[in-house]
């Protein structure tokens, strides 16, 4: 057998079963090392490793950043579902989602799942999962410059340095924003869904799809 160069999306495919296989008993960084390990091994010992069509219909045809099992995620998340309720939904362990959604959120440079639900929205991943119906959504500025900054984001903490205002007022501000929106969780009236106010404000062009949130309108 004749040694070749692996490209580093070799390992990454190691990584990734590793990932769905282990679940949360392994971290990515983990995954990562043993993905790396393993190809060097293998071709240290003289394998040649080619591509082929197996694992290949894991890729979404949605686009090539996500596979298969991104969508679930995306989807989910952006309904106000839990990690819990996901992988009821899906029939995986809640482990295996929540690593899964972690290593979405760092491959796509994310800060959290709430940012995450923003691109995907931008980069038109979520083009295939209906807009939830509403009325006529208005926001005051105050809450729409606090969409701008969840789409961002910006945690709770981050959005009363920006307002210049206590974290209490900024949690009081969020919470108005999610009334505004209808963003509770499905099922729980009491609590409110960060992805899902996202999720709506791009469904009713309260968020432009066509650019980046950065830079929110400031308050007049």
């Not at 060097?40 to 394998?47: C, D, F, V």
């Not at 440079?109 to 119906?133: C, K, Q, T």
């Not at 501000?173 to 409110?192: K, M, Q, V």
Request: glycine share 8%; aromatic share 4%.
């Amino acid at each position: 057998m004749r040694r070749s160069h692996i490209a580093p999306a070799v390992a990454a495919v190691v990584a990734a079963q590793a990932l769905t296989r282990l679940g949360h008993r392994i971290t990515t960084q983990e995954a990562s090392t043993l993905g790396a390990a393993t190809v060097e091994a293998l071709t240290a010992e003289g394998w040649t490793i080619t591509a082929g069509t197996v694992g290949t219909t894991r890729l979404s045809t949605v686009a090539p950043e996500l596979w298969k099992h991104d969508l679930p995620i995306l989807a989910g998340l952006a309904r106000g579902r839990t990690y819990r309720e996901i992988a009821a939904e899906t029939d995986t362990p809640e482990g295996t989602v929540r690593q899964r959604a972690i290593r979405l959120i760092n491959r796509v440079g994310a800060a959290n799942a709430a940012e995450l639900v923003a691109i995907a929205y931008r980069a038109g991943w979520m083009n295939g999962l209906p807009p939830e119906p509403r009325g006529r959504l208005t926001l005051a500025e105050d809450e729409r410059r606090a969409l701008f900054c969840l789409a961002d984001g910006l945690d709770t903490a981050a959005v009363a340095d920006a307002f210049h205002i206590t974290h209490h007022a900024a949690s009081r501000l969020l919470g108005r924003l999610y009334a505004a929106l209808d963003a509770t969780r499905p099922g729980a009236p009491d609590r409110s869904s960060r992805c899902r106010a996202i999720a709506l404000g791009y469904q009713h062009g309260l968020l432009p799809l066509s650019t980046t949130v950065l830079n929110a309108p400031p308050a007049n």
